[in-house]
């Protein structure tokens, strides 16, 4: 099973950036495809972005215009640039990757964005 190790987390105040990475134990570029997700405390866990190999990124009508996803396969890594946040952005980020139809889910890192 790959291992995913998120980072980039923290606390910033509204209007705010943030960039998140995530690198995993392998191939990037086998992968099927690759996501962030978020949960919020009491809520549950919401995809943000997601794309395929190759593919562009997808995202949540909540982050459209302030989040882009990007990669890069060389350091098996894929990105979150968080721009414009919003108290309600506030969350725990997972990174995900889906590896012939299995996925496999990073620790979490937590943004907190303060009003």
């Known amino acids: 099973q790959v291992q995913l190790v998120e980072s980039g987390g923290g606390v910033v105040q509204a209007g705010g950036s943030l960039r998140l990475s995530c690198t995993a134990s392998?191939?990037?570029?086998?992968?099927?495809?690759m996501g962030w997700h978020r949960q919020a405390p009491g809520k549950q866990r919401e995809w943000v972005a997601v794309t395929t190999t190759g593919g562009r990124p997808i995202y949540a009508d909540s982050v459209k215009g302030r989040f882009t996803m990007s990669r890069d396969n060389a350091k098996n890594s894929v990105y979150l640039q968080m721009n414009s946040l919003k108290p309600e952005d506030t969350a725990v980020y997972y990174c995900?990757?889906?590896?012939?139809?299995?996925?496999?889910w990073g620790q979490g890192t937590q943004v907190t964005v303060s009003s």
């Open positions: 995900n990757a889906r590896i012939s139809g299995i996925g496999s």
């Open positions: 392998g191939s990037i570029a086998s992968f099927d495809g």
